[in-house]
């Protein structure tokens, strides 16, 4: 962490436990609270944590984990009391009855699982490339190949077909490309509706990807903090939307346990 994103972090702890209650606490999942893995089914969230997200759940307005992932895959991952989890963008919540997707998305799940089997056969042969099922959604892996910028260009063109025969919109992200349902929905809408449905006053949010991308812009046109997590990987449109960048989930989980003790 360089010298000035660090003062602006602890600055960010004073002005947080100045507005506890009034706080909205949004945190990605992958690259942001768990290291990125080699398979995602490996990803977890660090022991420490746990019991840190559950005291700030307690004390501020709302912590939430926002993700990309599905809402039972956050569930599993994410097994803390009072964290709210809002999976696929936004598109699912997760409650004591389970995943609840949001009827505009639901429509399209026929079409989601076309487009599965089109990505599946489009991607055949094309080694290390791995299609991850999200139910709601399709995603295209790419990061254990072995020529990452040759085989992103062939997933993209494969990806690029589908959404034109599906009408399904694409999602890009760090060596990996999604199809999802063309609803109006990302990130950024679902930080807005959560601090307007609590009403809350300072968002703040930590992401790493470009599917973050929405969401560190809500936060600041809502007089929020955009905080970027970066692991030397990150793509440059995300640097002009942070305010503050800390280096990598050790980073986050060391500010988040500070912010704890600040709080306590
Ligand atoms: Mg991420």
Same mark, same amino acid.
């Given at each position: 962490m360089s010298a000035a994103s660090r003062?602006?972090?602890?600055?960010?702890?004073?002005?947080?436990a100045g507005e506890a209650r009034g706080t909205g606490l949004f945190l990605d999942f992958d690259g942001t609270l768990a290291a990125i893995t080699g398979d995602p089914e490996d990803s977890r969230l660090p022991e420490q944590l746990h019991g840190v997200l559950a005291a700030l759940a307690r004390t501020l307005g709302v912590v939430a984990v926002v993700s990309g992932r599905p809402a039972a895959s956050l569930a599993e991952r994410v097994p803390v009391d009072g964290v709210r989890l809002l999976g696929l963008y936004g598109l699912e919540t997760w409650d004591e009855q389970?995943?609840?997707?949001?009827?505009?998305?639901?429509?399209?799940?026929?079409?989601?699982?076309?487009?599965?089997?089109?990505l599946g056969a489009g991607a055949e042969g094309l080694e290390g490339v791995e299609l991850e099922d999200k139910g709601l959604s399709v995603a295209l892996h790419w990061r254990n190949a072995g020529d990452r910028g040759e085989r992103g260009r062939q997933v993209?063109?494969?990806?690029?077909?589908?959404?034109?025969?599906?009408?399904?919109?694409?999602?890009?992200?760090?060596?990996?490309?999604?199809?999802?349902?063309?609803? @109006?929905?990302?990130?950024?809408? /679902?930080? *807005? +509706? =959560?601090? #307007?449905?609590?009403r809350l006053r300072l968002? !703040?949010?930590? $992401?790493? @990807?470009?599917?973050?991308?929405? /969401?560190? *812009? +809500? =936060?600041? #046109?809502?007089?929020?903090?955009?905080?970027? !997590?970066?692991? $030397?990987?990150?793509?440059?449109?995300?640097?002009?939307?942070?305010?503050?960048?800390?280096?990598?989930?050790?980073?986050?989980?060391?500010?988040?346990?500070?912010?704890?003790?600040?709080?306590?």
């Amino acid at each position: 962490m360089s010298a000035a994103s660090r003062q602006g972090a602890a600055a960010l702890i004073r002005q947080v436990a100045g507005e506890a209650r009034g706080t909205g606490l949004f945190l990605d999942f992958d690259g942001t609270l768990a290291a990125i893995t080699g398979d995602p089914e490996d990803s977890r969230l660090p022991e420490q944590l746990h019991g840190v997200l559950a005291a700030l759940a307690r004390t501020l307005g709302v912590v939430a984990v926002v993700s990309g992932r599905p809402a039972a895959s956050l569930a599993e991952r994410v097994p803390v009391d009072g964290v709210r989890l809002l999976g696929l963008y936004g598109l699912e919540t997760w409650d004591e009855q389970g995943s609840r997707p949001r009827p505009e998305a639901a429509r399209w799940q026929a079409t989601v699982d076309d487009a599965k089997g089109l990505l599946g056969a489009g991607a055949e042969g094309l080694e290390g490339v791995e299609l991850e099922d999200k139910g709601l959604s399709v995603a295209l892996h790419w990061r254990n190949a072995g020529d990452r910028g040759e085989r992103g260009r062939q997933v993209s063109a494969v990806v690029e077909r589908v959404a034109a025969q599906t009408g399904l919109g694409r999602e890009p992200g760090k060596f990996v490309e999604e199809l999802r349902p063309p609803v @109006d929905w990302d990130k950024g809408t /679902a930080v *807005r +509706a =959560v601090m #307007e449905e609590e009403r809350l006053r300072l968002p !703040v949010y930590c $992401g790493d @990807d470009l599917g973050d991308l929405p /969401a560190l *812009r +809500a =936060v600041r #046109e809502l007089g929020g903090v955009a905080v970027l !997590v970066s692991d $030397g990987e990150t793509p440059e449109a995300l640097d002009d939307a942070a305010d503050i960048i800390m280096d990598g989930p050790e980073a986050i989980a060391d500010w988040l346990t500070r912010l704890r003790h600040a709080l306590a």
